[in-house]
């Protein structure tokens, strides 16, 4: 209703001077791409479907009507608002010099193709539009990069290239804040979330490598002083382990020595004689 009220009161008054106001409003994309904020740059849904069904536009939909952005920073809304109106728009505040000074417009317009170029519904390769990817650029309409941090706002256009004048319009985007470094070298960098991500992994990835470590040492650590326990324990030999044992439980290895002597070949060594001899004479004693 809004939009048709519009169209008759632009047919009633002027043509010429009037833009219709198109209830679409640009966001960051949604989508999961790498960077689409960064200190200076953001990427935005595309504007298809933004402008289709328009009728008596002084540009033809199919053949010269173009897209544009407008992209401004705090009072560089109200500034292009005041001049949307006048034909050659894209010259009010050219690029290099929209955000020099305080007397600066603070605001841009980028043309972003044909309005054919981006059909309704979407076709690959036309769903997002990344603002400031020509980087600090110095042509009146070139992509260029926002001023670091700044908080910014986007609207869609539809121009009709004959006098370059605003045809339609979508509504202002929500203010959107690019993030602010503390790293000037990273200003002309698009990769600025994507590198924090990288810096928060690698300090992870650490902490775990040096737990590791830690963790190794100590083994290593347990494992020499058992080692060397053991060690302590069986430097006497094997004979004198068998002997502790045997003091602890003396009833079982006895028998088992009894049971044992008589199987090993006999006379091989004279002690051995002995200490069987020894048993000998013993065990009719106990039994006596
Ligand atoms: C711009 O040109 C169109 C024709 O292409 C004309 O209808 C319109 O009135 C012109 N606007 C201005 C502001 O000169
Ligand atoms: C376009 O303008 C013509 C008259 O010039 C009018 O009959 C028609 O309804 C208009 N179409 C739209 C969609 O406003
Ligand atoms: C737009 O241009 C195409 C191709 O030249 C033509 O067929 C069509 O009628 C034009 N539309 C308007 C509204 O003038
Ligand atoms: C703009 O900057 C000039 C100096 O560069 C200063 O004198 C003037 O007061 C500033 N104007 C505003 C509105 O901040
Ligand atoms: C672009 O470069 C000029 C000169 O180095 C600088 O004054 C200006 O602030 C830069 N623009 C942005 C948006 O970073
Ligand atoms: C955007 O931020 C400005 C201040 O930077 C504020 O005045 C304005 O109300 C905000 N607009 C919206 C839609 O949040």
């Known amino acids: 209703m809004a939009l048709l009220f519009y169209v008759v009161l632009c047919l009633s008054v002027w043509t010429g001077l009037c833009q219709i106001p198109v209830n679409n409003t640009p966001e960051i994309t949604p989508s999961s791409l790498a960077a689409k904020l960064t200190s200076n740059s953001v990427i935005l849904t595309s504007p298809s479907c933004y402008f289709n069904g328009l009728g008596n536009l002084s540009c033809n939909s199919t053949t010269t009507c173009e897209i544009w952005l407008v992209s401004a920073k705090d009072t560089g809304v109200s500034n292009y608002d005041a001049d949307n109106k006048m034909p050659y728009i894209d010259t009010r505040s050219p690029y290099p010099t929209a955000f020099s000074s305080n007397t600066s417009k603070k605001y841009f317009l980028t043309k972003l193709g044909l309005q054919k ?3 309704c519904p979407i076709v690959a390769g036309t769903g997002y539009f990344r603002v400031g990817s020509d980087g600090n650029c110095s042509t009146p309409n070139c992509n260029g990069i926002l001023p670091v941090g700044s908080t910014a706002r986007f609207k869609y256009v539809l121009i009709n290239p004959a006098n370059k004048t605003v ?6 985007s929500n203010n959107i804040t690019l993030y602010s470094l503390k790293d000037p070298e990273k200003i002309d960098n698009g990769f600025a979330g994507r590198s924090a991500a990288m810096i928060v992994i690698t300090a992870i990835l650490c902490s775990f490598l040096a737990l590791l470590l830690l963790l190794l040492l100590i ?6 002083c058992c080692r060397k326990e053991k060690q302590e324990i069986q430097v006497p030999g094997s004979v004198r382990t068998y002997d502790t044992h045997n003091l602890k439980e003396p009833s079982p290895y006895v028998n088992h020595a009894y049971e044992d002597e008589p199987q090993r070949p006999t006379a091989t060594s004279p002690i051995r004689l002995k200490s069987y001899t020894d048993y000998d004479l013993k065990k009719p004693a106990t039994e006596l």
């Open 117 to 119: 170029a981006y059909p």
């Open 167 to 172: 045809v339609a319009e979508s509504l202002w």
């Open 219 to 224: 083994m290593l650590i347990y494992v020499l």
